[in-house]
T-cell receptor, first 114, second 115 residues
Framework: AQSVAQPEDQVNVAEGNPLTVKCTYSVSGNPYLFWYVQYPNRGLQFLLKYITGDNLVKGSYGFEAEFNKSQTSFHLKKPSALVSDSALYFCAVRPNQAGTALIFGKGTTLSVSS | GAVVSQHPSWVICKSGTSVKIECRSLDFQATTMFWYRQFPKQSLMLMATSNEGSKATYEQGVEKDKFLINHASLTLSTLTVTSAHPEDSSFYIC???????????FGPGTRLTVL
């Protein structure tokens, strides 16, 4: 079955430190990969995506993610965390088939302390 | 950027009543719309996929007679929760995608509370 795994329920970092939120996937073919952020009682906001090309993708708010095909991973990173980055982060995969919906990971809560 | 709206943002209803949630793409034509539900501190679970002008495709375990989806135009899809019960209380989120596009744009969500 196709799936997305976010192994950490919560990630805690101090402001100014680098952060990593992990994501691995199990999808056939060459999928499209996404990261979204969700603030309380809000919908999802798009951060970045990987379709093809350079494995390092840069997105909104200083976030970036690295696609690693051999490890089937797409970890989200930021060099210096902000308190305002505290939110729920979702990794999502779209199998490379027309009309298919996104498959979401369970989400990782990022908590940045001042 | 592409904007998707949902109305209402929150609704409280009595058990047994029906509730309609609207999802609109404001600045693009959404040939495909998706409906998700999210329980507290959990991921989004896809309920159904709807393509403009055709019947929605429901995920396994989702009752199509209870969750009626209509995608009558390229900018509007509706989800009607019929005969709602307290267990239907959840956060419902729609997303929309234009023809041939890779990216989905998400609405802000609708918080449904059934008393």
């Amino acid at each position: 079955a196709q799936s997305v795994a976010q192994p950490e329920d919560q990630v805690n970092v101090a402001e100014g430190n680098p952060l990593t939120v992990k994501c691995t996937y199990s999808v056939s073919g060459n999928p499209y990969l996404f990261w979204y952020v969700q603030y309380p009682n809000r919908g999802l906001q798009f951060l970045l995506k990987y379709i093809t090309g350079d494995n390092l993708v840069k997105g909104s708010y200083g976030f970036e993610a690295e696609f690693n095909k051999s490890q089937t991973s797409f970890h989200l990173k930021k060099p210096s965390a902000l308190v305002s980055d505290s939110a729920l982060y979702f990794c999502a995969v779209r199998p490379n088939q027309a009309g298919t919906a996104l498959i979401f990971g369970k989400g990782t809560t990022l908590s940045v302390s001042s | 950027g592409a904007v998707v709206s949902q109305h209402p943002s929150w609704v409280i209803c009595k058990s047994g009543t029906s509730v309609k949630i609207e999802c609109r793409s404001l600045d693009f034509q959404a040939t495909t719309m998706f409906w998700y539900r999210q329980f507290p501190k959990q991921s989004l679970m896809l309920m159904a996929t709807s393509n403009e002008g055709s019947k929605a495709t429901y995920e396994q375990g989702v009752e199509k007679d209870k969750f009626l989806i209509n995608h009558a135009s390229l900018t509007l899809s509706t989800l009607t929760v019929t005969s709602a019960h307290p267990e239907d209380s959840s956060f419902y989120i729609c997303s929309a995608r234009a023809r041939g596009a890779n990216e989905q744009f998400f609405g802000p969500g609708t918080r449904l509370t059934v008393l």
